[in-house]
């Protein structure tokens, strides 16, 4: 079976993390999708095949990659790929930054590098979404769909052509500045779960500058059983 690997924290050389890992059968369906983009959350930073990109560019930093057992790949190069993937409006060029170069492996995107700049990532099945409709990412007006294969998320990609990498729409689907993942470390406080009203409590633990003004609006005080408690609809939305 296949691993897939999970990189370092932070994202530069340094002491590695425990791995969580993907895998999947060697199956046809496998090598179908080896020109696909995993969606991955349990990643905290993006693979980039070269097989599926066009000129890589390199800013001269490396990254150490972990996988299954502590399995260790040391050095890989960091830089920046195009690909090109399919919108509702065609294809367009995406570009990403701060990716660590694997010429043996998946090409991974990592869903919390990704919406560090402004993806937002649509991650249900249609199975279980009956709002959403189909699994997708939304960036700067386009609209990415997801393919769901053996229960994980797929962005089909492929290499860009020199003339499409003049005349197509380009969008930066990473940002461009050294990826540290842990800057968005976050941890409820102990004392959050000996507190009754836990949802309200969500509020005091939102990051700096988040418009809680929408926040409370969609907490309401409700009696159930006798009880008075506090549900908050839309603190993680």
């Known amino acids: 079976m296949d691993a897939l690997t999970l990189v370092d924290t932070p994202f530069d050389r340094g002491k590695p993390n425990p791995a969580a890992v993907r895998v999947s059968p060697r199956s046809a369906f496998a090598a179908e999708f080896r020109s696909h983009a995993l969606l991955d959350r349990g990643a905290n930073g993006c693979l980039l095949n070269p097989k599926d990109f066009g000129p890589f560019s390199p800013t001269g930093r490396s990254v150490d990659c972990t996988g299954m057992d502590n399995h260790e790949v040391p050095d890989l ?65 386009y609209i990415l769909p997801l393919q769901v294969r053996n229960g994980l998320l797929y962005l089909p990609i492929r290499p860009p052509t020199a003339a499409e990498l003049e005349t197509l729409p380009c969008i930066h689907i990473t940002l461009q500045d050294i990826w540290n993942p842990s800057s968005y470390d976050f941890m409820l406080p102990p004392t ?15 990051p700096t500058g988040h418009d809680t003004s929408i926040d409370q609006q969609g907490i309401h005080n409700y009696v159930e059983e006798g009880r008075r408690r506090q549900v908050c609809q839309s603190a993680w939305r």
């Open 77 to 141: 190069p960091i830089g920046s790929a195009p690909t090109v993937a399919v919108s509702q409006n065609g294809p367009l060029v995406l570009h990403v930054h701060e990716g660590a170069l694997v010429y043996n492996g998946q090409t991974i995107f990592s869903c919390i590098q990704l919406e560090a700049a402004g993806c937002v990532i649509y991650d249900k099945a249609p199975a279980f979404d009956t709002e959403v409709g189909f699994p997708h990412i939304s960036v700067q007006g």
């Open 192 to 206: 959050w779960y000996t507190q009754d009203t836990h949802a309200l409590s969500l509020l005091h633990c939102l």
